[in-house]
């Protein structure tokens, strides 16, 4: 977010996918919570959108309040592809930027979507 002129404190961002694995509603260990938590504790506004999962158990097991539903389009500062559920990479890079600010970045940590497609991955 730095290297693209985005400030990182009161910024949002969008985590897509929660679940342990992709297209299973299975939530035991998953490691994206490390994730949101380490973009918590840097005061960024953190929105989880996982349509495989049960929010209530999510909610449950782990304290976090998931989005019911997609989110508005242009609203965060960045997107993180978190878990390669088909329904995301159905989408590509363009649909999934669709719901970040234009100035926005995505990073991939699947590395499902093409490099050039994606301002970072693993």
């Given at each position: 977010m730095l290297n693209n002129s985005i400030g990182v404190c009161n910024s949002r961002v969008l985590v897509l996918g929660?679940?342990?694995?992709e297209n299973c509603p299975?939530?035991?260990n998953?490691?994206?919570i490390d994730i949101i938590q380490a973009l918590r504790e840097y005061n960024i506004a953190v929105d989880c959108y996982d349509p495989w999962i049960d929010r209530t158990e999510a909610k449950q097991?782990?304290?976090l309040?998931?989005?019911p539903e997609a989110p508005a389009p242009g609203s965060y500062d960045a997107v993180i592809l978190a878990v390669a559920h088909r329904d995301f990479i159905a989408m590509g890079a363009t649909g999934i930027r669709n719901w970040a600010k234009p100035t926005s970045i995505l990073?991939?940590?699947k590395s499902v979507l093409p490099v050039g497609s994606v301002?970072?991955?693993l």
């Open positions: 929660f679940a342990f694995k299975d939530l035991r998953t490691r994206v097991e782990y304290g309040d998931c989005l990073y991939d940590v301002d970072g991955r």
